[in-house]
């Protein structure tokens, strides 16, 4: 049933709902990614190896990958708005408990950042959960899109924000200062976003089960599972390593680094919304979810692939950024592949199902990160990474286009 401020004003509800999901993620990735900075001064100061470093950068992953699936199942239960609510507090409050966490020692600060994965696994299958209780089903692919896509806006703030805090501030302040953000996007969040519906949902109502067995066992779902872990791969890759990319390979500055590492991001957050836009547009002119899913996601691995292999021809660092930008650009594409694809195949339970798919796609930010830096010890360049980030994006391309559905499989 429509509250009456849906039907009043359902637009301006639905986009405050997913403006505010956005911000959320937004948050989450100004507030995962502040350490790969301040970590430079704090192993400076705690005497960390590399080794202890790479500990403390890794472990927020055990937490987020943890309670993935956890987290999808507690917003189906309870609703979007009040786990996304209470995750952000929660991770903003470890957040802002970093600093003395390390001061207590490295026991301390490591259980510190686990607790924050653990409050970051929620904003997505939350946010999703509020795209399904709010957004007409016909705009679901430009709100995904829209609420996905702050994680590239706020990787393009962190790293040099959080640069410039530590050198005028120390490196406790990001930490300070990012978690008060997490605060003040909880005010908002808890007196603009009401409880309940704005569109009803496309079966009855009612007391339910999540039914685990069959979502893991159709084939479709694991389609997501698989477009996640391959789109993912390319992302936690261009993450991690974008900025050691044109450093070692072009020799330029690194502060020029950062800056040829950000553009790629703008791309990514236009052809995200671009995206989105066109694929909701495609669907409303009748083409079928199933083509408008498949196209959007294999566009996305495979057009990446593409830019990515052509970067070994790259000769010069603004070549090799507008190729990054290609590659950025087009993977993008995927949050209107299997970012939108959990609402067909399984509309009560989409959170679930970004949830266990979510779950897939963080182990590349583990293995795939690993694998990448390997590589490039063992050859010396980014030629072979690069080659195996696209052959892993064609893989999820033939899967996703054999299994792939937008066709509803489970009520």
């Known amino acids: 049933m429509q509250s009456s401020a849906a039907r009043s004003t359902p637009w301006q ?18 507030d995962r990614t502040n350490i790969s900075v301040a970590a430079i001064p704090m192993q400076a100061e705690y005497g960390w190896s590399e080794t202890t470093k790479g500990y403390v950068l890794s472990s927020f992953f055990v937490g987020y990958l ?9 917003a189906n239960k309870y609703g979007g708005r009040i786990v996304l609510g209470v995750a952000v507090l929660w991770w903003s409050l470890f957040t802002a408990l970093t600093p003395p966490a390390a001061a207590l020692g490295l026991g301390a600060l490591i259980a510190a950042r686990i607790a924050l994965g653990v ?18 089903a016909e705009s679901r692919s430009r709100a995904v899109a829209l609420f996905s896509s702050g994680l590239s806006i706020g990787t393009m703030v962190s790293l040099p924000a959080t640069g410039w805090l530590v050198n005028d501030y120390g490196w406790p302040m990001p930490f300070y200062a990012f978690g008060a953000v997490g605060l003040v996007w909880a005010w908002f969040w808890f007196s603009k976003v009401k409880e309940g519906r704005g569109v009803e949902e496309s079966v009855n109502d009612g007391p339910r089960s999540i039914p685990w067995g069959r979502l893991l066992s159709t ?12 789109s993912n791969w390319t992302l936690y890759v261009l993450l ?46 009748g083409r079928s979810r199933t083509f408008v899913r498949k196209l959007m996601q294999c566009t996305a691995l495979l057009g990446s692939a593409a830019f990515l292999l052509l970067l070994q021809q790259a000769e010069s660092a603004n070549t090799a950024m507008l190729l990054m930008c290609g590659a950025a ?29 979510n779950t897939g796609g963080t182990l590349p930010g583990i293995v795939g990160v690993a694998i990448t830096g390997w590589l490039i010890d063992k ?13 892993v994006g064609l893989a999820g391309a033939l899967v996703y286009f054999a299994i792939g559905s937008g066709e509803k499989k489970i009520d």
């Open 13 to 30: 509800h639905w986009y405050t709902v997913v403006f505010l999901c956005g911000a959320a993620v937004f948050i989450s990735y100004i």
């Open 66 to 74: 943890a309670l993935m699936a956890a987290s999808g199942a507690l």
């Open 119 to 136: 409050g970051e696994a929620a904003v997505f299958p939350a946010s999703i959960n509020m795209v399904g209780r709010w957004v007409p």
């Open 219 to 230: 084939p479709a779902v694991w389609a997501v599972v698989t477009a996640h872990f391959c």
């Open 240 to 285: 991690a390593w974008l900025p050691t990319y044109f450093k070692s390979t072009f020799g330029v500055t690194l502060a020029n680094a950062g800056w040829l590492s950000a553009a790629p991001w703008l791309f990514y957050f236009l052809i995200a919304n671009a995206g989105g836009w066109y694929a909701d547009r495609l669907i409303r002119g």
């Open 329 to 357: 650009g087009t993977i993008s594409l995927c949050l209107s592949g299997f970012g939108a694809n959990p609402f067909d195949i399984a509309p009560r339970y989409a959170d679930v199902v970004w949830g266990i798919s």
């Open 379 to 391: 050859t010396g360049s980014f030629n072979a990474p690069f080659l195996l980030t696209a052959g």
